[in-house]
């Protein structure tokens, strides 16, 4: 998945501890979006971006803040992580004249 | 109903047996369709992208759309083992600002040798 690269891969987290996920793209495309996935639930939209400095919710926000600060840059914050929010979480970029959408490896998270 | 609706599966085929996958879905508005497969513990990568009705091939790969049904699917010809996979469908409204991708949940395929 060459040009996304979420940062951490993996995490463990306490019931109530905050944390940032990073997304970093290389491709200067204007579209990102932070999806979670679940067993039986598919790919559910959490935020996206349609640019630098914009943001907006998508189909499951609560829980979440994001930032785009820099165009390459996508930041998913849990303020306070609880045990619903276990889950692998995949950022995804998409050019503004483009369909498709590219995703990264994804991040592992636990709430214990 | 959901916009999407994709059958879980799993689906469990012989190497070498033609694979068909298949998605429905309610609004008529959608454009574009996209096939994603996506191995264990990896991200999503896409496989075939198809605008409006027809087929598109890519090797052993056909992507076809049938929007008077409002159903794609994807066939996959002389399946191997590497096509063991979980697939999933996607489409959306436009390639624009409105292009936000709708998933179906996915199919699981096992592909034994």
């Known amino acids: 998945n060459a040009g996304v690269t979420q940062t951490p891969k993996f995490r463990v987290l306490k019931t109530g501890q905050s944390m940032t996920l990073l997304c970093a793209q290389d491709?200067?495309?204007?579209?990102m979006y932070w999806y979670r996935q679940d067993p039986g639930m598919g790919l559910r939209l959490i935020h996206y971006s349609v640019g630098e400095g914009t943001t907006a919710k998508g189909e499951v926000p609560d829980g979440y803040n994001v930032s785009r600060l820099k165009k390459q840059n996508f930041l998913l914050g849990l303020e306070s992580a609880a045990p619903s929010q276990t889950s692998v979480y995949f950022c995804a970029i998409k050019g503004n004249t483009r369909t498709e959408a590219f995703f990264g490896q994804g991040t592992r998270l636990t709430v214990v | 109903q959901k916009e999407v609706e994709q059958d879980p599966g799993p689906l469990s085929v012989p190497e070498g047996a033609i694979v068909s996958l298949n998605c429905t879905y309610s609004?008529?508005?959608?454009?574009?369709f996209m096939w994603y497969r996506q191995y264990s513990r990896k991200g999503p990568e896409l496989l075939m992208y198809t605008y409006s009705s027809g087929n598109k091939e890519d090797g052993r790969f056909t992507a076809q759309v049938d929007k008077s049904s409002k159903y794609i699917s994807l066939f996959i010809r002389d399946s191997q083992p590497s096509d063991s996979a979980t697939y999933l469908c996607?489409?959306?409204?436009?390639?624009?600002?409105?292009?936000?991708?709708?998933f179906g949940k996915g199919t699981k395929l096992s592909v034994k040798p």
């Open positions: 996607a489409m959306s409204f436009d390639g624009g600002s409105q292009g936000n991708l709708i």
């Open positions: 491709m200067n495309h204007e579209y």
């Open positions: 609004n008529s508005a959608f454009q574009y």
